[in-house]
Nanobody
Framework: QVQLVESGGGLVQPGGSLALSCAAS????????MGWYRQAPGKQREFIAS???????SLADSVIGRFFMSRDNAKNTVTLQMRSLEPEDTAVYYC??????????WGQGTQVTVSS
């Protein structure tokens, strides 16, 4: 069983920056992909970014050039660096773990609010 704990959400002004972290623990398989998704009120959950076990990153078009994802395999932690935040980035951000053999695991979510 894998557990995910997200941290780093909060309130930030437009144009500001935030970093979200997701720490995985438990029965972690070396080959895995971890991702970030977000869900705004009244909208479906959407993909934001992912990074696989060798560090290849995929980003949603809406965040290219503003969001950056990295991972520390030794600590089983991924980080989402968010810059130039816009009010449209306001959402609950969820971390996901996928090891291609078991059901995906989701974190509890962390709120990001971009507002002046």
């Amino acid at each position: 069983q894998v557990q995910l704990v997200e941290s780093g959400g909060g309130l930030v002004q437009p144009g500001g920056s935030l970093a979200l972290s997701c720490a995985a623990s438990g029965s972690i398989f070396r080959i895995n992909t971890m991702g970030w998704y977000r869900q705004a009120p009244g909208k479906q959950r959407e993909f934001i970014a992912s990074i696989n076990h060798v560090g290849s990153v995929s980003l949603a078009d809406s965040v290219i050039g503003r969001f950056f994802m990295s991972r520390d395999n030794a600590k089983n932690t991924v980080t989402l660096q968010m810059r130039s935040l816009e009010p449209e980035d306001t959402a609950v951000y969820y971390c996901k773990y996928d090891d291609y053999r078991n059901d995906d695991v989701w974190g509890q979510g962390t709120q990001v609010t971009v507002s002046s």
